[in-house]
């Protein structure tokens, strides 16, 4: 087995948080796939996504069409942001019932041009409404928005391992390197590098203000894994202690390499209903390659619709090159 990273700062109870965060989805929440491009919402909100020189291209809603993808492309036709719509009947009715959808960004334009949308496929809308650990920080209602870097099928096989035989909702623990020049700056492993079910783990921005006593309004999370692994050959199994049980998970090598696969945007519920009063970008850090050589975001925003609702988006793409460069 490869020695475990201890270069990287871990940030104290984590193995909570994510046991909080993936359950209540998985165990309570509703989960929906979305609808095609096009359906749902007929009328587009009074305030469109800025720059206002740009066109907004929509994607897919939930089946209750309340959210839906879209993308911007600048006068020249590249992609200037992606990002999902949360509508303002839809923002005001999340109460306490959890809620989940997939959905796919647009790929083409109204006049049938193709939309680049770089190595990103689709998203992952997730409402906490009871927040999760650490408490005190992210325990608060709030949403996860996963822009992911891999393929639906390939995420959705993020399963297996103790999911057949225990309630925890995490295939195991990871034991692969991400490379030093792939990593964002600032950010760390959880303390238990919990592999999470349709998801991967997680890394946090430890510079973030809620980390520094700061109340949590909104920040970005990357997400981490090796695609090579097979969730039925662990490596190894280790037991650590969740929830003050002690549980055995199987230990994922892959092929010793993984790789940023997802950005997340998390945004509390009461921002989005009342503290957004105008367009708040905020810029990320980002690692010095990636995975392929291509454009990838350097800032997430939020933008109030006029309507009650609001728009979270990624952008700010520039060009990085790839880990084989």
């Known amino acids: 087995m490869i020695p475990r990273q201890t270069t990287k700062r871990?940030?104290?109870?984590?193995?909570?948080?994510?046991?909080?965060?993936?359950t209540a989805v998985l165990a309570g929440g509703t989960f929906a796939t979305g609808t095609a491009s096009g359906s749902g919402r007929d009328s587009g909100p009074s305030e469109l996504p800025t720059p206002a020189d740009h066109d907004v291209h929509w994607g897919e809603s939930d089946e209750a069409g309340g959210l839906r993808t879209y993308a911007t492309t600048d006068p020249e036709g590249r992609l200037s942001s992606l990002g999902v719509h949360v509508g303002g009947d839809?923002?005001?009715a999340f109460d306490e019932g959890e809620h989940a959808a997939h959905l796919h960004f647009p790929e083409t334009t109204d006049d049938g041009a193709e939309i680049d949308s770089h190595q990103f496929t689709?998203?992952?809308?997730?409402?906490?409404p009871q927040g999760h650990a650490p408490p005190g920080v992210y325990d608060v209602p709030h949403f996860d928005c996963h822009f992911y870097?891999?393929?639906e099928d390939a995420v959705e096989g993020i399963s297996g391992g103790p999911l057949e035989s225990t309630p925890l909702p995490f295939v195991g623990l990871a034991d692969y390197d991400v490379p030093a020049d792939q990593f964002p700056p600032e950010y760390t492993f959880e303390e238990h590098r919990l592999i999470v079910e349709g998801m991967g783990e997680h890394l946090l921005d430890g510079t973030a203000p809620e980390f520094r006593g700061e109340a949590f309004t909104h920040t970005n999370v990357y997400g981490a894994y090796d695609p090579s692994i097979d969730p039925a050959q662990p490596a190894d199994t280790e037991v650590i202690t969740l929830e003050g049980e002690r549980v055995e998970l199987p230990v994922y090598e892959g092929?010793?390499?993984?790789?940023v696969h997802f950005v997340e945007p998390m945004v509390t519920t009461d921002f989005l209903r009342d503290g957004l009063e105008e367009e708040t970008a905020v810029d990320i850090a980002t690692p010095e390659v990636f995975f392929e050589a291509d454009e990838y975001p350097t800032a997430?925003?939020?933008m109030p619709d006029g309507d009650g609702g609001a728009y979270v988006a990624i952008r700010e793409f520039e060009e990085f090159p790839g880990a084989d460069q």
């Open 122 to 128: 689709h998203m992952g809308f997730h409402y906490n």
């Open 90 to 92: 839809a923002l005001m």
């Open 149 to 151: 870097m891999m393929a």
């Open 10 to 22: 871990h940030i104290d109870g984590i193995d909570r948080r994510l046991f909080l965060k993936t």
């Open 300 to 302: 997430y925003a939020m």
């Open 255 to 259: 092929d010793g390499d993984g790789r």
